[in-house]
């Protein structure tokens, strides 16, 4: 069957810690190599500043802040371990610290342990409730475990404190089109780009919700945006094209699917879908070479083997086309019941050709 399944970019765009840490040091022991820490990653030097928070350490055992800003430099560097260790310390000393359990969340979130992100991000919200970030690194968690309606109350919340955030409606967005709720979903991307007319996402995923929608002239609008902005999305071109495909612009559907192709040439979905377009032109030969390009990258697309036997059997290759037919069954048998009346009509129409 044609694939028609849009690319959505649903990445929620998260809030991850600051690039400069966030405590000062308010006590006497250490003070001097916690300032000089501080200086030193605050102007993009986090090696440096972990010695020195080492040395405010080392005089002072108890001193929370250079543990968190240390965690905050092993985190800049990608050392997730070493900053996990740093935030335990520092919960340790107060397991109401609200920013620490954020970061480690963050941390545990890098590190794919999403249960305890998530734990640490509830209790975050329960001792600071009006930090908009915890909530949307939090919807983000309930996003990616398809727990979308929590994911939309969380970036609700978000948007209730930080309502001048485009982000926060794009994220809520992509949780109401994940809910199949188009119409809301278009009004957050709405939003969004109100605030920021360069969002290439929200454009992007509007242009999605708008096409999911029978929307598809102002879909391509969308797309058309996206392009103007990032002028090598293959997705973008792709998107346009099933849009254009679907007003009946096969000739423009086939020169977007072309540019999507030339850009990411691996994906056979572009090329499948062209495929499609020139069988609906009649250019058999053209549509014959796309199946195959489909068949090589996916041996075991029973859907091209169907359609390039449906176009060989245009070509009077019968037997070719037999062989494909055979060959789609064996892959996926229950697609010759759905399939056979469209094969018939097809092995119809050729005789009529003849």
Same mark, same amino acid.
């Given at each position: 069957m044609p694939r028609t399944i849009a690319r959505l970019i649903l990445l929620s765009l998260l809030c991850w810690l600051d690039a400069v840490p966030t405590w000062a040091a308010q006590t006497q022991g250490g003070l001097d190599a916690l300032n000089e820490g501080l200086k030193l990653h605050e102007a993009g030097n986090p090696k440096e500043a972990i010695l020195e928070y080492d040395r405010? /350490?080392?005089? #002072?055992?108890?001193?929370?802040?250079? $543990?968190? #800003?240390?965690? #905050?430099?092993?985190y800049d560097l990608g050392q997730n371990m070493q900053a996990l260790r740093d935030y335990n310390q520092v919960l340790r000393f107060n397991p109401k610290d609200a920013e620490a359990l954020y970061n480690r969340? #963050?941390?545990?979130?890098r590190l794919k342990k999403d249960d305890l992100a998530l734990k640490d991000f509830d209790a975050a919200v329960k001792f600071n409730p009006d930090d908009a970030k915890i909530y949307v690194n939090r919807g983000a968690i309930h996003f990616d475990a398809k727990r979308y309606d929590l994911a939309v109350k969380d970036y609700s919340e978000a948007i209730r404190l930080d309502p001048k955030n485009p982000e926060n409606y794009y994220n809520r967005g992509n949780g109401? @089109?994940? @809910?199949? *709720? *188009?119409?809301?979903?278009? *009004?957050? $991307?709405?939003q969004a780009l109100d605030l920021d007319a360069a969002l290439t996402e929200a454009y992007y995923n509007r242009g999605i919700a708008r096409a999911d929608a029978g929307q598809f002239d102002r879909a391509i609008q969308d797309f058309n945006q996206v392009l103007n902005l990032n002028p090598k999305s293959a997705h973008a071109f792709y998107?346009?094209?099933?849009?254009k495909t679907k007003l009946g612009q096969h000739e423009a559907a086939i020169e977007d699917y072309s540019e999507a192709i030339r850009l990411d040439p691996k994906d056979p979905e572009a090329a499948f879908n062209r495929g499609l377009a020139y069988l609906k032109t009649e250019k058999y030969d053209r549509a014959a070479r796309d199946f195959t390009e489909v068949i090589r990258i996916q041996p075991s697309n029973a859907d091209a083997h169907v359609y390039r036997g449906i176009l060989r059997l245009y070509q009077k290759k019968d037997k070719d086309a037999d062989a494909d037919f055979k060959k789609a069954f064996q892959l996926n048998p229950g697609l010759k *019941?759905? @399939?056979?009346? /469209? /094969?018939?009509?097809?092995?119809?129409?050729a005789r009529v050709k003849e």
């Open positions: 405010a /350490i080392k005089a #002072n055992p108890k001193l929370a802040e250079a $543990y968190f #800003n240390r965690g #905050n430099a092993h969340g #963050n941390t545990n979130r109401f @089109l994940a @809910l199949d *709720k *188009k119409e809301d979903a278009i *009004k957050d $991307y709405d998107n346009r094209a099933l849009a *019941k759905k @399939l056979q009346p /469209i /094969i018939d009509e097809a092995r119809a129409k």
